[in-house]
């Protein structure tokens, strides 16, 4: 039988690797032979160790060579053939090797303890060397191959599971494939913008498992000295390293060590970046503008559709989008109180994050106009969707019908206001406001309109609060939602029972 390149077996039986320095580089090793014990006496496994120490030392070689290194210390060529020749104690990982039928073949690593965990990591940066060295060449050879990567989060436990191995550029497609059943095209295209865009960086042959913070800081860098603004750079790091991003799907996926996330925390906005995102963003309405957008003049040239969007816009603080998706069974009574569910439960249903899922009572104001009515019309005669002009396959979500209509009754009523960002999300923020205003406490504002508070305490320690009290208050502690008073006079919208005309917030019918 032939005996694989670099193999020689001692009288023992056990297997050795045996690697000859190359000639021009005998002087500066200090040695023409190298030789290491790979201690077993299976001749499969030994010829693995031998491939990974071979695929080593040659790149070592070529570093050497490139480099034009002269002489290494004893210490730094300690250091390095340590390095390489850790591969030598694998007799704790199974390689498993497939071959698809369209050529691709998958590597498996089984992992099975902190101490295999270490070593993958040291194999892992031997794959690496190639693409650090093209990046680094201005750098000392000792201080590209010794430096070892900080272990990226807490020690393996005994249930880590195998890694695949697998191209960034497979991995690109493979993850795009999954966003896009489930995402908006608008979405969709900004997350394949994102992942391209690291892929163009670090090369479509580069290995996912690789991947190191030090190439993503890199990454941003280089994005940041071709202009790129820090908004531009926190959206690209929130869908690289962000909740759903490509790095929590590699590492869901088997592709990438569970831990660190590797592409967050590199950016975020310094506090004058925070001040003036602040001035730039939308503004509340004072509560003339509110009287002038919701005056009945005004309201007439609306649609009634548009019309009872942008009250609820007005009156419970909910998204475009989460207005716009409403399903008719979303209005429903629960303890005797009129409520709207904002949810991800229907088809086409989508929420920002896990705390916009929420229940939210109804204003009296709401209920005066005629709104129950309205949606006992549409449940009448059938309708599942509550706006149905709100497209669930829209390009920018099922916000964007309402969003346009509304930004075009803002532009006609708004002609002569001071030059501000105002839009329906203002809508939001007035609401916001105006519970803030009339001291309701934090806590119920956020469980309200759906915003998740900072601090760690309220998520781990608060409890959900009752549908009443989110109308009517927490005891003389904070008031709730009916504590709103936009005092705005209404005529009957279409939908209502009744032909009338409403004082808001100042009564019953006039």
């Given at each position: 039988?032939?005996?694989?390149?670099h193999?020689?077996?001692?009288?023992?039986?056990?297997?050795?690797?045996?690697?000859?320095?190359?000639?021009?580089?005998?002087?500066?090793?200090?040695?023409?032979?190298?030789k290491r014990?790979?201690?077993?006496?299976?001749?499969?496994?030994?010829?693995?160790?031998?491939?990974?120490?071979?695929?080593?030392?040659?790149?070592?070689?070529?570093?050497?060579?490139?480099?034009r290194?002269?002489?290494?210390?004893?210490?730094?060529?300690?250091?390095?053939?340590?390095?390489?020749?850790?591969?030598?104690?694998?007799?704790?990982?199974?390689?498993?090797?497939?071959?698809?039928?369209?050529?691709?073949?998958?590597?498996?690593?089984?992992?099975?303890?902190?101490?295999?965990?270490?070593?993958?990591?040291?194999?892992?940066?031997?794959?690496?060397?190639?693409?650090?060295?093209?990046?680094?060449?201005?750098?000392p050879?000792?201080?590209?191959?010794?430096?070892?990567?900080?272990?990226?989060?807490?020690?393996?436990?005994?249930?880590?599971?195998?890694?695949?191995?697998?191209?960034?550029?497979?991995?690109?497609?493979?993850?795009?494939?999954t966003?896009?059943?489930?995402?908006?095209?608008?979405?969709?295209?900004?997350k394949?913008?994102?992942?391209?865009?690291?892929?163009?960086?670090?090369?479509?042959?580069?290995?996912?498992?690789?991947?190191?913070?030090?190439?993503?800081?890199?990454?941003?860098?280089?994005?940041?000295?071709?202009?790129?603004?820090?908004?531009?750079?926190?959206?690209?790091?929130?869908?690289?390293?962000?909740?759903?991003?490509?790095?929590?799907?590699?590492?869901?996926?088997?592709?990438?060590?569970?831990?660190?996330?590797?592409?967050?925390?590199?950016?975020?906005?310094?506090?004058?970046?925070?001040?003036?995102?602040?001035?730039?963003?939308?503004?509340?309405?004072?509560?003339?503008?509110?009287?002038?957008?919701?005056?009945?003049?005004?309201?007439?040239?609306?649609?009634?559709?548009?019309?009872?969007?942008?009250?609820?816009?007005?009156?419970?603080?909910?998204?475009?989008?989460?207005?716009g998706?409403?399903?008719?069974?979303?209005?429903?009574?629960?303890?005797?109180?009129?409520?709207?569910?904002?949810?991800?439960?229907g088809?086409?249903?989508?929420?920002?994050?896990?705390v916009?899922?929420?229940t939210?009572?109804?204003?009296?104001?709401?209920?005066?106009?005629?709104?129950?009515?309205?949606?006992?019309?549409?449940?009448?005669?059938?309708?599942?969707?509550?706006?149905?002009?709100?497209?669930?396959?829209?390009?920018?979500?099922?916000?964007?019908?309402?969003?346009?209509?509304?930004?075009?009754?803002?532009?006609?009523?708004?002609?002569?206001?001071?030059?501000?960002?105002?839009?329906?999300?203002?809508?939001r923020?007035?609401?916001?406001?105006?519970?803030?205003?009339?001291?309701?406490?934090?806590?119920?504002?956020?469980?309200?309109?759906?915003?998740?508070?900072?601090?760690?305490?309220?998520?781990?320690?608060?409890?959900?609060?009752?549908?009443?009290?989110?109308?009517?208050?927490?005891?003389?502690?904070?008031?709730?939602?009916?504590?709103?008073?936009?005092?705005?006079?209404?005529?009957?919208?279409?939908?209502?029972?009744?032909?009338?005309?409403?004082?808001?917030?100042?009564?019953?019918?006039?």
């Amino acid at each position: 039988m032939r005996i694989p390149h670099h193999l020689s077996r001692s009288a023992t039986g056990r297997w050795s690797f045996v690697q000859r320095v190359p000639v021009a580089l005998q002087s500066v090793l200090d040695c023409r032979l190298i030789k290491r014990t790979l201690r077993t006496k299976d001749l499969a496994q030994a010829h693995v160790r031998a491939v990974v120490l071979g695929s080593g030392y040659a790149r070592l070689f070529a570093q050497l060579t490139d480099q034009r290194v002269d002489k290494l210390s004893k210490r730094d060529a300690d250091l390095l053939i340590a390095r390489l020749t850790s591969a030598e104690n694998l007799q704790e990982l199974t390689l498993n090797r497939t071959r698809q039928p369209n050529g691709v073949v998958t590597e498996q690593w089984q992992i099975d303890n902190p101490r295999d965990l270490k070593l993958y990591r040291l194999m892992m940066e031997l794959d690496a060397l190639d693409a650090e060295n093209a990046r680094s060449q201005t750098l000392p050879v000792s201080a590209q191959s010794i430096s070892t990567p900080a272990p990226r989060g807490p020690v393996a436990s005994a249930t880590t599971p195998a890694i695949e191995t697998l191209t960034l550029g497979k991995a690109r497609d493979a993850f795009l494939a999954t966003l896009k059943p489930s995402s908006l095209p608008k979405t969709y295209t900004i997350k394949k913008t994102a992942i391209e865009a690291l892929v163009a960086f670090l090369g479509p042959k580069a290995k996912v498992h690789a991947i190191t913070r030090s190439d993503l800081a890199r990454w941003y860098q280089y994005m940041r000295e071709k202009g790129a603004s820090t908004p531009t750079l926190t959206n690209k790091q929130s869908y690289i390293g962000g909740k759903g991003g490509f790095f929590e799907w590699a590492m869901a996926s088997g592709h990438y060590p569970r831990g660190d996330n590797p592409a967050s925390g590199h950016v975020s906005y310094s506090q004058r970046e925070k001040r003036a995102r602040k001035k730039l963003g939308f503004k509340a309405y004072d509560r003339a503008q509110i009287q002038a957008l919701f005056a009945p003049e005004a309201l007439v040239k609306l649609s009634e559709s548009a019309r009872w969007a942008s009250l609820l816009g007005l009156y419970t603080g909910a998204r475009a989008s989460e207005v716009g998706q409403l399903l008719v069974k979303d209005v429903f009574e629960e303890d005797g109180i009129p409520c709207i569910r904002i949810s991800d439960e229907g088809e086409h249903q989508k929420v920002k994050t896990e705390v916009s899922l929420r229940t939210v009572p109804l204003h009296p104001d709401l209920l005066k106009m005629g709104f129950l009515e309205w949606v006992d019309g549409k449940r009448k005669v059938g309708e599942i969707r509550l706006f149905p002009a709100a497209k669930a396959t829209a390009v920018n979500g099922q916000g964007n019908w309402i969003t346009k209509a509304f930004s075009r009754h803002l532009s006609e009523v708004g002609k002569g206001w001071e030059p501000a960002k105002r839009g329906f999300h203002s809508l939001r923020k007035t609401f916001i406001q105006e519970l803030q205003g009339a001291g309701v406490v934090s806590e119920l504002r956020a469980q309200i309109v759906g915003h998740e508070l900072d601090d760690e305490h309220h998520s781990t320690y608060s409890r959900e609060f009752s549908v009443n009290e989110k109308l009517k208050g927490v005891g003389s502690r904070s008031p709730g939602i009916q504590s709103l008073q936009y005092h705005l006079t209404l005529s009957a919208t279409a939908g209502a029972t009744s032909k009338r005309t409403i004082t808001a917030g100042n009564g019953g019918a006039q």
